[in-house]
């Protein structure tokens, strides 16, 4: 004879406590989130409020009136215009070089197997941890030594060389979810290495050169260590470096014209990322591609 089951439920006294506990954690959770979100988001109130006030400060105000002065007191060549054509050729120059050199380095590390690849692999890892500042005076004396000190080739060499080994490791993990069934098809067709890696891989691995991508140029536009330490002459500096004119003497700054010109300053990065932010939407779904 079957013993029928006895289904057991918590007392009503005691769910009420146990409902009320997890509201007041959710609850904390989410003011805790948006007091997170609102310490973010201050300094992007202050910036776009200060830009459009005629008499900025440090404090977050709305504005006595909107004027647009600031933007055309910024807008001119010498402060806005030759240092952003600048930082574009350096920090596009830098990420097309970091870009190509790390899908030419994780190409073999992704698909050859070999003894030296885990210690070659960590001594990159290392590499990623070395600060810019503990390298700068060699770096420094052999850039006099090959004569590229004040250029912008060999700023756009230090910049590719700084984030080449994290962008090594990216493009690495993002190729090892191409499965390597494809590039035998297609070398059994007679495609070399080259050609399977630039028509197979590359297309199929989109959204990891679009991270790699964005990332290193990132990194690059808001360095102003290097180029400040890299170029000496004013006309080459970059809008990094630039920005430190708005901080006068005796700490006066202009706070309107600063907003304003860190408004222009910021528009190529978000610029790029709605560009590549299709990209970075795809996976790697392909395990279908190699059965049958």
Sequence with gaps: MAIPAVRTTAHPTL?????????NRRLAADAGLLVLAAAFALPLVWVVLSSLDPHAGLKVQVPDGVTLDNFDSVLTPDITFTPLL??????GGGTLLTVVCSTLAAYPLSRFRSRLNRPFLLTILFATSLPITAIMVPVYALFVQVNLIDTAQGTIFFFAASQLPFAIWLMKNFMDGVPKELE????????????????IVLPLMGPGVAVVTVFSFVMMWGNFFVPFMLLLTPDQMPASVSI????????????????AFSIIYSTPVILLYVLVARRLGGGFALGGAVKG
């Design 15 to 23: 769910r009420a406590p146990l409902k009320s506990r997890r509201t």
């Design 244 to 259: 430190n004119e708005f901080f006068g003497n005796r700490g006066t700054v202009v706070y309107g014209q600063l907003a």
């Design 184 to 199: 035998e098809a297609a070398w059994t067709d007679g495609a070399s290495s080259l050609q399977s890696l630039v028509r």
């Design 86 to 91: 600048n930082s574009l050729i350096l920090c």
